[in-house]
């Protein structure tokens, strides 16, 4: 049952990259948060360094979540749906070789 292998690891790559995406986004939100009150504190207004900290935190726990995650591209045998490989007459070699995977 090769095309179900192949159906099931393209999803999981997918709902990987979701996650990862995800993760990503929370740590760029935390770690753009602690820099903006850090900057904010350097030009003199009161900001409380505990709160500078939560974020400070909350980046270190998502740097580490992300870390968890390793995405590499698809092969082709995940994209493929069934065990017969056969060359396709609509995709040439040097065009695909131009793709970005």
């Known amino acids: 049952m090769v095309e179900g292998n192949s159906l099931l690891h393209g999803r999981h790559h997918f709902t990987r990259l979701d996650a990862f995406g995800k993760v990503k986004n929370l740590y760029g ?17 009161e900001i409380p360094q505990e709160m500078i900290d939560v974020f400070a935190e909350q980046e270190k726990l998502y740097e ?29 070699d040097r065009f695909r070789a131009s793709f970005d995977p």
């Open 29 to 45: 939100q935390a770690s753009g948060t602690k820099k903006c009150l850090e900057m904010i504190k350097a030009s003199g207004t």
């Open 64 to 92: 580490a979540e992300a870390t968890k995650f390793c995405v590499g591209p698809l092969s082709d045998s995940d994209l493929t749906l069934s065990p017969l490989v056969l060359p396709s007459r609509f995709v040439e």
